[in-house]
């Protein structure tokens, strides 16, 4: 856990302590998961709020990170999803 005191800043109502960089790797994995799972938007932030006591717009980043890292994961395949089916299909016949 953190051990850090939350700072308040000027014109903040509470305060917060910044995430390591682990624990950004780890919520954005958990975001990716949860979402993998059917888990709606509002069912991640919910869980989210409760598990990390992060806000809803910090949610939509890891959110929105994790499906980045995805869409990025997919560019990088070596062949298009038409190529793959092509491949696929060959190989059966």
């Not at 780890?26 to 888990?39: D, K, Q, T, V």
């Not at 939509?60 to 298009?80: H, Q, T």
Request: glycine share 4%.
């Amino acid at each position: 856990m953190n051990t850090k005191q939350p700072i308040v800043r000027p014109g903040q109502k509470k305060g917060y302590t910044k995430a390591t960089r682990q624990q950004i790797e780890h919520r954005i994995e958990s975001a990716a998961l949860l979402r993998f799972c059917g888990f709606e938007k509002s069912e991640i932030h919910r869980v989210f709020r409760a598990f990390y006591g992060v806000e809803w717009r910090q949610t939509d980043r890891y959110i929105y990170m994790a499906l980045a890292r995805v869409r990025e994961a997919r560019e990088r395949l070596p062949y298009s999803p038409a190529k793959r089916y092509a491949i696929l299909r060959n190989s059966l016949i």
